[in-house]
């Protein structure tokens, strides 16, 4: 069977303003290269169309006139909730011009929601919730939909739920993913900005599911289970990257990656043994890291790690993140940059219980940890998540699901005044960090080592430069720059 799998562009940035998130970082969709390897190996002929790669087009129609070109019996949509209407509208109109090509959507969006997608959107055939590997290729068997376990479809004007499929057992029989199917791989794709020194970069995903439920998370599709790659299959896979791309870093992006210490210990000593040239980031757990970790996974090529962090409220932190302190926070940190590795904290803006002073409390926190990098998430609402059963009940909630990005406030919890007093707020932490004198010079202090990033700054100036005025606060008034001039005053 001839199979399209389409990577669609959604909403990724502000409405009004110019996208330039895959200027900025511009990621392989995993998810679709693991399906896309492991239909190859089934014998299908096999495409993968990425909306967002470096060859991308503009408009629902030339992607749909792209996708048909290839002449495909079947067209598999991955979405995410702020893709998936994009991926709709591109299914509508190949079904408007090839009805008889079977169109089927799978990814987080349809794992939360599942039929009552089908019950709304009348382009597409069927779902495919969890993991897709083995129902899709199934499907594209040619056997019977009916007796796919996990598939959701049609019979007749009915909706028809499968039985759900169980977890693959052994994620060490897939394939690596198919990268060679990205036109543009890997240097047309690439890692955030000054986190890495040698380039090209990838990325890569060495387990699935999370046993811990926070507040926010939607663990549609691995669900609670934790499932991992051995520490052979890692090495090989990066060794993969490394000799058929020329890859020389990568960000492995598990929530997880440092759980089974065994794999880890595993994973470094053959990485320290037989060198592959290459350097990573990864993330480890607050309360879960120690100094032999760290000096481990220094000596094994990583560069920075980051750890989730979310807030400095310590009620907002037993809410939506339980286990984690800051005293455990402060510690980590500290044993990051005792390693010498970077240490990059992961929070969160605009969780239900969010005030004005719980958001000042993070930021005055965050400078005070003196991280190397930060990154401040927009909290978005999914439909899979805890949260989503209440979140009405918590403040104001636009449900427009192209928005719903992490990076658009549509969600204001009843502590704050206004969706655009939050902008405002997130705004300034955001120039308030990275005008720190204290991370400036550190930040300056490696300059030359990211001479790539700088040169890929200046390729796109214009771009960077419209998306630096986004976070310039307005300056009339007393209340310009919220969080420092209030942080000051107290």
Known sequence: MRIVLVHPAGSNWVPGEKDITATANRMAPLGLLSIAAYLFRAGHEVFVHDCL????????????????ERDPDLVGFSATTSGFLDAWEMAAAIKAARPEVVTVFGGVHVSALEGALLERFDAIDCLCPGEGEATLAELASGADPAGIVGLIRRDGER???NPPRAPLPDLDDLPFPAYEKLAGFPRGYNLPLFSYVQFPGATMITSRGCPYQ????????????????????????????????????????DDLFTANRPRITALCEKLMQNPLGMQFNCAVRVGQTDPELLAMLKAAGA????LGIESADPEMLARHKAGVTLEEVRETVAMIRAAGLRAKGLFMMGLPGETEDSIRRTSDFVLALGLDDMNMTKFTPFPGAPLWATIRDEGRFDEDWRQMNCLNFVFVPKGIASRERLDQLYNAHVKRFYTDPAWRRRFRSRLWE???????MAKHLPDFIAARRHFEPARTGRRADPIQEESTDR
């Open 450 to 456: 990211h001479r790539h990033s700088l040169w890929h």
């Open 53 to 68: 790669g470096p060859h991308a087009v503009s408009g629902t129609a030339a992607n749909a006139r792209l996708v048909l």
């Open 303 to 306: 560069l920075m790690v980051s």
């Open 159 to 161: 909706v028809v739920a």
């Open 214 to 253: 926070c507040s926010y998370c939607d663990r549609s599709v691995f669900k609670r289970g934790y499932r991992y790659n051995s520490a052979a299959y890692i090495y090989d896979h990066l060794r993969h990257l490394r000799t058929r791309f020329g890859v020389r870093h990568v960000n492995i992006y």
